[in-house]
Nanobody, 119 residues
Framework: QVQLQVSDPGLVKPSQTLSLTCTIS??????????WNWIRQSPGKGLEWIAY???????YYSPSLSSRTSISRDTSKNQFTLQLTSVTPEDTAVYYC???????????WGQGTQVSVSS
């Protein structure tokens, strides 16, 4: 069974960089042809896809967030990481990591972590 565990970033203040790590168990981050995604849901809004990194290390970002977003991976730890710079209160959301088979629907989700941006 695939399990995804999202780290807890703690309190994040405006202008800081948010860093989240998703640890994968039950699968390998290099297994063809899976993509590893970051998604968020702000209060009262729908899901917003942020970025993915593929099994081969190819990265793709949401155009609306690409200037502030970086996704990376550590294959030795079976983890992938999101960094979001210059956060504002509008980045307050529950952040999820999830697996998809290519651009198909997400089949496994992490538990989500609440990120609150506040001074």
């Amino acid at each position: 069974q695939v399990q995804l565990q999202v780290s807890d970033p703690g309190l994040v203040k405006p202008s800081q960089t948010l860093s989240l790590t998703c640890t994968i168990s039950g699968d390998s981050i290099t297994t063809p042809y899976y993509y590893w995604n970051w998604i968020r849901q702000s209060p009262g809004k729908g899901l917003e896809w942020i970025a993915y990194i593929t099994f081969s290390g190819v990265k793709y970002y949401s155009p609306s967030l690409s200037s502030r977003t970086s996704i990376s991976r550590d294959t030795s730890k079976n983890q992938f990481t999101l960094q979001l710079t210059s956060v504002t209160p509008e980045d307050t959301a529950v952040y999820y990591c999830a697996r998809s088979q290519g651009l198909a629907e997400f089949d496994f989700w992490g538990q989500g972590t609440q990120v609150s941006v506040s001074s």
